[in-house]
């Protein structure tokens, strides 16, 4: 029968097993083994196109098996859509690092990866990036982890200061879009730029996230058809109130998630 | 009547820019979006607010 062996197509007897799937890659010994989605310990039997990927368990996978694995580890038909988006991530700060880190990990295809800005001591506390990238551009310290992480995500950057300027030359490409700088005024003229310019585009901003308030109170909600607010709304980062690392990201993974949402069809926040 | 915000306002006829302002809102930091559709920031001063429109006023506070 054929099966997919770690992204390309095999023929394995009748009969076969998650072992002889594995004897055909040539390894032996301690290996991963994930068929249909689900990581086993025990030699199950295969069936008819079947999708099976093999590991060892320090192995680095190759593009194509980092492939087949997302394939495998998403739910069915999810990797493929979502290697086929672009996402434009605006303001690489404790919203936008985690964004892209999320996004990257759950196999989106194309990160579009925009800050002007360089890593400093301030930014470790909820931003995604470490010691040594003190001084690196954000957009280039960033590629490098998402490079780090998988072999599946296309990294496109733009060291830029977004203005009114170059919004629209910025974001043509861009089927989705990320809002998330820091000052309220950067939000507003992406917000204003993107709705007035692109009505085909789907964009995702963030308003409200700073402090240590009620996580349940960060809330995604959908203020126009094309156009999604995540946060509380009103905690704003202010002398006595700061941005801390868990609501930052949680702000940040409702961004994430609707993303992900709206490019697998769905539009409910 | 109309609704901003969900909430019913008889601002009827008042320029969009004129609510605004009367309402203590910083124009640098909100978009505002009519019947869904976006308004440009240049429009604010000659929108007027008509009966039955919906008006959604978002106000971005910072922090990212």
């Given at each position: 029968?054929?099966?997919?062996?770690?992204?390309?197509?095999?023929?394995?007897?009748?009969?076969?097993?998650?072992?002889?799937?594995?004897?055909?890659?040539?390894?032996?010994?301690?290996?991963?083994?994930?068929?249909?989605?689900?990581?086993?310990?025990?030699?199950?039997?295969?069936?008819?196109?079947?999708?099976?990927?093999?590991?060892?368990?320090?192995?680095?996978?190759?593009?194509?098996?980092?492939?087949?694995?997302?394939?495998?580890?998403?739910?069915?038909?999810?990797?493929?859509?979502?290697?086929?988006?672009?996402?434009?991530?605006?303001?690489?700060?404790?919203?936008?690092?985690?964004?892209?880190?999320?996004?990257?990990?759950?196999?989106?295809?194309?990160?579009?990866?925009?800050?002007?800005?360089?890593?400093?001591?301030?930014?470790?506390?909820?931003?995604?990036?470490?010691?040594?990238?003190?001084?690196?551009?954000?957009?280039?310290?960033?590629?490098?982890?998402?490079?780090?992480?998988?072999?599946?995500?296309?990294?496109?950057?733009?060291?830029?200061?977004?203005?009114?300027?170059?919004?629209?030359?910025?974001?043509?490409?861009?089927?989705?879009?990320?809002?998330?700088?820091?000052?309220?005024?950067?939000?507003?003229?992406?917000?204003?730029?993107?709705?007035?310019?692109?009505?085909?585009?789907?964009?995702?901003?963030?308003?409200?996230?700073a402090g240590y308030g009620?996580?349940?109170?960060?809330?995604?909600?959908?203020?126009?058809?094309?156009?999604?607010?995540?946060?509380?709304?009103?905690s704003?980062?202010?002398?006595?109130c700061g941005l801390m690392?868990?609501r930052?990201?949680?702000?940040?993974?409702?961004?994430?998630?609707?993303?992900?949402?709206?490019?697998?069809?769905?539009?409910?926040? | 009547?109309?609704?901003?915000?969900?909430?019913?306002?008889?601002?009827?006829?008042?320029?969009?820019?004129?609510?605004?302002?009367?309402?203590?809102?910083?124009?640098?930091?909100?978009?505002?979006?009519?019947?869904?559709?976006?308004?440009?920031?240049?429009?604010?001063?000659?929108?007027?607010?008509?009966?039955?429109?919906?008006?959604?006023?978002?106000?971005?506070?910072?922090?990212?």
């Open positions: 029968m054929q099966i997919e062996l770690n992204g390309v197509p095999a023929a394995v007897p009748d009969g076969a097993r998650l072992s002889d799937a594995v004897a055909l890659t040539g390894r032996s010994g301690d290996v991963l083994m994930v068929l249909d989605g689900f990581q086993t310990g025990e030699d199950l039997p295969l069936t008819p196109g079947c999708r099976v990927t093999v590991l060892g368990r320090d192995e680095r996978p190759t593009a194509e098996t980092a492939l087949a694995l997302l394939c495998a580890r998403n739910s069915p038909g999810v990797a493929e859509v979502l290697q086929g988006a672009r996402v434009a991530v605006a303001g690489l700060g404790g919203l936008g690092s985690n964004v892209a880190i999320e996004l990257a990990r759950a196999g989106t295809g194309c990160l579009h990866l925009i800050d002007f800005d360089t890593v400093d001591a301030t930014n470790l506390n909820r931003q995604h990036y470490f010691l040594q990238d003190l001084g690196k551009r954000k957009t280039e310290a960033l590629a490098r982890q998402i490079e780090a992480i998988t072999p599946c995500c296309r990294v496109l950057t733009d060291p830029v200061r977004v203005t009114a300027d170059n919004l629209a030359a910025l974001f043509a490409l861009d089927g989705y879009v990320c809002e998330c700088f820091d000052r309220a005024e950067d939000k507003a003229l992406l917000v204003n730029g993107v709705l007035e310019q692109f009505p085909e585009t789907y964009l995702v901003a963030a308003s409200g996230l009620s996580g349940n109170a960060v809330v995604t909600r959908r203020v126009a058809e094309r156009f999604y607010l995540c946060g509380d709304g009103v704003a980062a202010v002398p006595g690392a868990p930052a990201a949680l702000c940040a993974s409702h961004q994430a998630h609707m993303i992900l949402r709206l490019i697998l069809g769905e539009t409910a926040p | 009547m109309l609704r901003i915000n969900g909430e019913e306002s008889a601002a009827v006829g008042e320029t969009l820019l004129d609510y605004l302002t009367a309402h203590g809102y910083d124009t640098n930091r909100l978009a505002v979006e009519r019947n869904g559709e976006i308004v440009r920031k240049q429009d604010y001063a000659n929108v007027r607010l008509c009966d039955g429109d919906e008006i959604e006023i978002v106000s971005f506070v910072g922090g990212g």
